[in-house]
């Protein structure tokens, strides 16, 4: 069979790093995005050591490191005990290139690689094109889409898709999307007040406390964002109504004074892994494979992970080395699909649950805890190790 392209549905981080990395392995890509251009909505800001490794790799790194804000600590952190743990990522420095955590928005990472694809000979972006269906047989796929000057369709040796946690692809397959949906909607307010003048020694990214709530504090591009969970059945109106932010942010720093308010977001949180990430030529990769709460900041680090041990693959294939690709994606599958449930969900529903403990005796052994394991080198390493997902990427290789 003549090997045609590699077609990849949605221009989000994961659909772009499959497209640079694909497109500069030589293999040629038409990239569909339903958008009439990039999305520059406000979702993830902290990209972990291994993902700045990988974007290195691809050359795109350094720009976005020069975009973007270098954090090598972070805190957890008490309303009413102050600083519990103070992580030095430093610990990591034999183990990543990047021993960081960049606050940068996802948007500057896909503006960078389009700009990269835009001169890239092999690589065919179409924006306006929203992807519905796929049809697969024994030579390629058949991708549907819609156009502004109506149906149309595009055939590709393989489809990736990345359109997000919504995926019509994933729907139209057939493929389950088993997990929960928590039953309150998390808030985020970003303001430019600087609540570092009032939280002491307070670093770029932290997770906070208190005995009946917590919140998290994430600074990027010159704002502190605030993201808050709410209350079962409180409404999108109601939380984002002027005077519900004003309170909610002067509960945790009260100025007594308004906050300027810079973006609002109210959104439903899940949990979620697709029940397979490969059928036949169709990939899942990203959101449309797996979706969590973002405690953590392991969404699209774990989607740009996907990205690249799938592409990986694929080029193995395309240059003629692992056979029909059957066994070779089915790696990918194995690899992968584990380390969503075994890890990610795990480890982002654990945040979860520490922060909102509000057992008196529970949170003082939690603290306690994280308080031991900061203060021993070793212990801490382990913990970074965990947390920048450097342990579920070998994890992930030694299931290959
Ligand atoms: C508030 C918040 C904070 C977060 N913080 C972090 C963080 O700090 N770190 C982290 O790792 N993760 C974080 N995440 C998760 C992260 O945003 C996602 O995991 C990430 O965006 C997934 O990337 P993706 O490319 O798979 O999907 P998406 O970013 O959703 O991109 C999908 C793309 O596909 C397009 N599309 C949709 N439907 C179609 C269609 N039918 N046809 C064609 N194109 C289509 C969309 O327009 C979009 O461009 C956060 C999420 C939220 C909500």
């Not at 221009?11 to 990239?31: E, N, Q």
């Not at 990988?54 to 790194?61: K, R, Y």
């Not at 420095?93 to 021993?99: A, D, F, L, V």
């Amino acid at each position: 069979m003549a090997q045609n392209r590699v077609v990849i549905a949605g221009a989000g981080p994961v659909g772009c790093v499959s497209a640079l990395y694909l497109a500069r392995a030589g293999i040629p890509v038409t990239l569909l995005e339903a958008g009439d251009d990039l999305e520059l909505d406000l979702r993830a800001s902290t990209f972990h050591p291994p993902t700045l490794d990988m974007l290195d790799e691809l050359g795109v790194a350094n720009e976005l490191i020069e975009q973007g804000l270098v954090c090598p600590r972070w805190q957890y952190r008490d309303t009413e005990e102050g600083i519990i743990a103070d992580w030095n990522l430093g610990l990591l420095s034999n183990y990543t290139r990047h021993p960081y955590r960049l606050q940068a928005e996802q948007f500057r990472l896909t503006q960078i690689i389009m700009r990269r694809l835009e001169k890239m000979p092999g690589a065919d972006v179409r924006f306006g094109c929203r992807v519905s269906g796929a049809k697969q047989d024994g030579n390629g796929v058949t991708v549907d889409c819609q156009t502004a000057l109506g149906s149309d369709s595009v055939r590709g040796t393989y489809l990736i898709a990345a359109e997000g946690g919504s995926s019509p692809i994933r729907k139209t397959q057939g493929i389950a999307f088993d997990g929960l949906t928590f039953p309150e909607m998390w808030l985020i307010v970003s303001t430019p007040f600087d609540f570092s003048q009032f939280f002491e020694e307070l670093t770029p990214i932290a997770y906070v406390s208190e005995p009946d709530d917590w919140f998290v504090f994430v600074y990027v591009s010159g704002l502190w964002r605030v993201l808050v969970p709410t209350k079962s059945g409180d409404t999108p109106e109601k939380i984002l109504d002027e005077k519900y932010l004003q309170a909610r942010l002067q509960r945790i720093c009260p100025t007594g004074r308004q906050y300027e308010i810079a973006h609002k977001t109210a959104y439903t949180v899940h949990q979620r892994v697709a029940e397979t990430y490969v059928h036949g030529r169709i990939f899942l990769a990203g959101d449309a494979a797996h979706i969590n709460n973002p405690l953590g900041g392991m969404g699209m680090n774990g989607g740009i992970h996907d990205a690249v041990n799938l592409c990986q693959k694929i080029v193995h294939v395309w240059s003629g080395q692992a056979g029909d690709g059957r066994a070779e994606f089915s790696k990918y599958d194995a690899q992968r699909r584990p380390i969503a449930h075994e890890y990610v969900q795990q480890a982002t529903i654990q945040n979860k649950q520490m922060l909102e403990e509000q057992d008196g005796d529970a949170r003082k052994k939690r603290h306690e805890n994280l308080r031991r394991t900061a203060a021993d080198p070793d212990a801490a390493r382990e913990y970074l190790m965990n947390s920048s997902m450097i342990r579920a990427l070998e994890k992930a290789d030694a299931l290959g």
